[in-house]
């Protein structure tokens, strides 16, 4: 007798094609993609196919349904009915362990809870219109499991299910704690420092054991705010303040007249000699420590800057905590990625390293690891060598092994997620399969813990992921229905939170939405996908700024760029091209050789197959060299490893040029 019946034989015909494709699939492409189908199919029925509770699940029963005469007093048809009634419905009991945890794992109210459930199917009609199947059910299921509950083994494979139900005040509790940390560095920055940083944090730790107190935390935290003001003017007047003062000030006029390097030298002397005749001087000595991180920091000198950033960090005591230098970390981290500030991400990924010789456990080396990872992650999306994007995957990897424990599921997701983002990235340059096979093995993975109930901000930004590495399998094989697959699970995402609470992954989630309609739209001269493009990219823009974020808000002006472009090629208008030069002089206000070398390629390359298809062709002399210009000045740049899809589009265009002199001699 079954365990369970399949209604549904195309979903079973689906399973058993994708489960073949994965075990004889050479081409790990085609490996993913089986992988997301099985995926996809597989869910409906992840409780009852669960080997490890499953299998003494069904043996349990059938030995205790074999012995239901003894158990059960009703004999003759009706028994009989009830029996096969019972092996039809209990699939749909005991599909969720969930069910068991409700119950705080009382065998009497989980079978009653399974008998609930079973009522309200579809698929249960004589289960509810025959009584005695429902007797029957309790007298079979409530010893299998009182059986199953008594065994510790079994439990522990519950303990998955219990730790999700306790996520909701782990996350409430991680809320109220960086809100916190917050609050204490932004009494920090506001006092310089004036009040110890541990301080403030023994407040909080001696006020934090009674939730019923927070606002007397706060109260206390501003009370010690209002204190470090009155100290500050109180110190205007002292002596060692008043030197400090003049010392910067001479390091701002060396800076004023242009003499950066010895504004650099002048800071490093002045900490030397202000440390040495007043050692106890912490604020004192933070400040000038401040400057010379500063100056080192203006001319491009990463060594110095990060060595008296982590002095700074450890004024006052023995070596920072690990928290503190994260802190320091995140600043410097935040700072560069918001503003393409390359040198800012190189040192944050310098003191995410020193974070993880001082970490105490694998949680905070994980920590450390991925905080690495996303430092080069960042700076590698916009440097045009490889390098920083192996980093990144490097340190996501180590990061997971660290993470890769049962009280760490979501910080395993995390970086699960980030490496599906950073060999993304890679992919995109190299367009190597087994690198977008490893991206979608970890957004898989990702997804297979985020909910996009319980963590919809990470839900979302998973689901990003794969929507975007389905797009690139598109754009890599010119295929439109990978590409149409893309913009199903960018669209899935895109209104999953709130503008007005999460802006910048509502406006990223339009960014990529569009640019992917754009690409599909391209790829298949559909005006209404391009159209769609284009409002996607208005929206995000709506919620973007160029100064608080400069990058997307470049890259969504050169995707709008591209999709007005495209919309001139199918069905002209002199409006949409003025739109796409305002677009695209718009994105080169950020996308700088500099800032990003990679963006700038790209924006240069768009440039010239504007100037070279879409202009006046009574003026093809002018549009020639206008393209011409706008790729000689991108050769020139070129003096390292670049995107391979941007040296083939480069030498296109180029071919294009004189392919367009021919028909010009002619």
């Not at 993470?403 to 340059?429: F, I, T, Y």
Request: glycine content about 4%.
């Amino acid at each position: 007798m079954p365990l369970f019946t399949i209604s549904n034989f195309a979903t079973l015909a689906k399973l058993m094609v994708a489960t073949r494709k994965i075990l004889t699939e050479e081409d790990p492409l085609n490996r993913f993609k089986a992988m997301t189908d099985l995926a996809t199919n597989a869910k409906s029925l992840k409780g009852a196919l669960n080997d490890r509770k499953m299998t003494k699940l069904a043996t349990m029963l059938e030995k205790t349904a074999q012995n239901a005469d003894a158990a059960f007093a009703h004999a003759g048809p009706n028994k009989t009915n009830a029996q096969r009634i019972f092996w039809q419905v209990v699939p749909i009991a005991i599909e969720d362990p969930k069910i068991l945890v409700d119950a705080d794992l009382s065998y009497l109210a989980a079978t009653d809870a399974m008998v609930a459930k079973i009522k309200v199917e579809d698929t249960a009609e004589d289960f509810t219109r025959e009584p005695l199947a429902a007797t029957y059910f309790r007298k079979v299921m409530q010893p299998v499991l009182k059986q199953l509950l008594d065994d510790p083994a079994f439990v522990d494979g519950l303990a998955p299910e219990l730790r999700r139900r306790s996520r909701q005040d782990e996350r409430a509790t991680r809320d109220t704690s960086e809100r916190t940390m917050a609050m204490v560095e932004t009494l920090l920055q506001r006092t310089e420092g004036a009040v110890p940083k541990k301080t403030l944090l023994s407040i909080v730790h001696t006020f934090a054991p009674d939730a019923q107190t927070k606002d007397h935390i706060l109260a206390n935290l501003n009370y010690a705010a209002q204190l470090a003001v009155d100290r500050k003017a109180q110190d205007a007047a002292d002596d060692r303040r008043a030197k400090v003062k003049q010392l910067l000030s001479g390091l701002a006029n060396l800076r004023d007249d242009g003499h950066l390097e010895k504004a650099a030298a002048a800071a490093t002397d002045a900490v030397e000699s202000y440390r040495s005749e007043h050692p106890d001087d912490v604020t004192g000595i933070s400040a000038l420590l401040s400057a010379a991180v500063d100056y080192h920091i203006l001319i491009d000198d990463l060594d110095p800057a990060t060595r008296y950033l982590l002095e700074q960090a450890d004024l006052g005591g023995p070596a920072a905590s690990f928290d503190t230098l994260r802190q320091v970390y995140l600043h410097w981290y935040e700072r560069g990625r918001d503003r393409s500030i390359p040198i800012m991400l190189h040192l944050s990924g310098t003191i995410a390293m020193e974070m993880f010789e001082r970490a105490g456990n694998d949680a905070d080396r994980g920590m450390a690891m991925n905080d690495l990872g996303n430092a080069c992650a960042v700076a590698g999306s916009r440097d045009p060598t490889l390098s920083f994007l192996d980093n990144a995957i490097i340190g996501f990897e180590r990061a997971i092994r660290y993470r890769n424990q049962p009280d760490h599921e979501l910080a395993w997701a995390e970086s699960q997620m980030n490496l599906g983002h950073a060999s993304s990235q890679k992919a995109r340059r190299t367009r190597d399969k087994q690198t977008i096979e490893t991206a979608g093995k970890a957004y898989m993975a990702a997804l297979s813990v985020f909910c996009a109930d319980q963590d919809p901000v990470d839900w979302t930004i998973a689901v990003l992921g794969m929507g975007n590495l389905f797009v690139l399998i598109g754009s890599i094989g010119q295929d439109h229905e990978s590409l149409a697959t893309g913009c199903d699970y960018l669209d899935k995402a895109r209104d999953h939170l709130s503008p007005d609470d999460y802006p910048e992954i509502w406006a990223t989630a339009h960014l990529d939405y569009g640019a992917a309609l754009s690409q599909l739209g391209a790829l298949t001269d559909n005006q209404t996908c391009l159209i769609n493009a284009a409002s996607m990219l208005r929206l995000a823009l709506q919620r973007l700024d160029k100064r608080d974020t400069p990058y997307p808000w470049a890259k969504s002006q050169l995707n709008l760029g591209n999709a007005q472009a495209e919309l001139a090629r199918m069905a002209g208008g002199a409006d949409r091209l003025e739109a796409a030069t305002d677009a695209y002089l718009k994105a080169a206000e950020v996308l700088t050789p500099e800032a990003d070398p990679r963006g700038w390629i790209e924006l240069q390359s768009n440039f010239a197959r504007l100037h070279l298809y879409y202009f006046d062709q009574d003026q093809v002399a002018t549009n020639l060299e206008e393209a011409e210009a706008y790729l000689t000045a991108i050769e020139d740049a070129l003096d390292g490893e670049i995107a391979q899809e941007l040296a083939q589009k480069i030498a296109a265009t180029r071919q294009d040029i004189q392919d367009r002199r021919i028909e010009k001699q002619d």
